[in-house]
């Protein structure tokens, strides 16, 4: 939390809100970037475009931040290798498991209103308080 800022939390949340709003009234298609991710493995070559370019964007935005002045804040990873990509598969089941990630049901399916998003966020939000309590309390690291 060192820097934050209210006005530049809202602001972030903004753009979210608008990029994801845009791609639904524009595309007819939701943010989760899971999906968007899933889809480029076989995607109609009608599909490929958007998809790309939305995933470029994610990835250029903060170099272009940075390269305009901006201070992104440093990026330290504590855990091991192997940690890090039992992580990143637990959390990749579990995208499948839930029907999407938290972009897709948190950003997008809570704004609409989708009961099933409001659970599946719920669910997300209460095992990353029980993740981050067993690891820090239980566990001693």
């Known amino acids: ?3 934050f800022s209210p006005l530049g939390a809202t602001l972030g949340g903004v753009m979210i809100g608008a990029s994801a709003a845009l791609l639904l009234l524009l ?3 939701i943010a989760g970037i899971s ?3 899933g889809g480029l ?3 109609p070559s009608s599909e ?3 998809r790309v370019a939305f ?3 994610l990835v250029l935005a903060p170099l272009v931040y940075d390269g305009l ?3 992104l804040p440093p990026v330290t990873i504590d855990a091991s290798f192997p940690i890090v990509t039992l992580a990143g598969v637990l959390v990749g089941f579990g995208t499948r498991l839930g029907g999407g990630c938290t972009s897709g049901h ?3 399916g809570i704004g609409r209103g989708s009961p099933r998003s409001l659970a599946a966020t719920g669910t997300f939000m209460a095992i990353a308080f029980l993740t981050v309590f067993v690891v820090r309390h239980m566990t001693g690291a």
Do not use: E, F, K
Request: with cysteine; charged share 10%; aromatic share 4%.
């Open 1 to 3: 939390m060192d820097g």
């Open 27 to 29: 595309n007819g298609r």
């Open 35 to 37: 999906g968007i991710v």
């Open 41 to 43: 493995l076989a995607p």
């Open 48 to 50: 490929t475009g958007w």
């Open 55 to 57: 995933l470029a964007g």
């Open 69 to 71: 002045g901006g201070s």
């Open 106 to 108: 948190g950003v997008c």
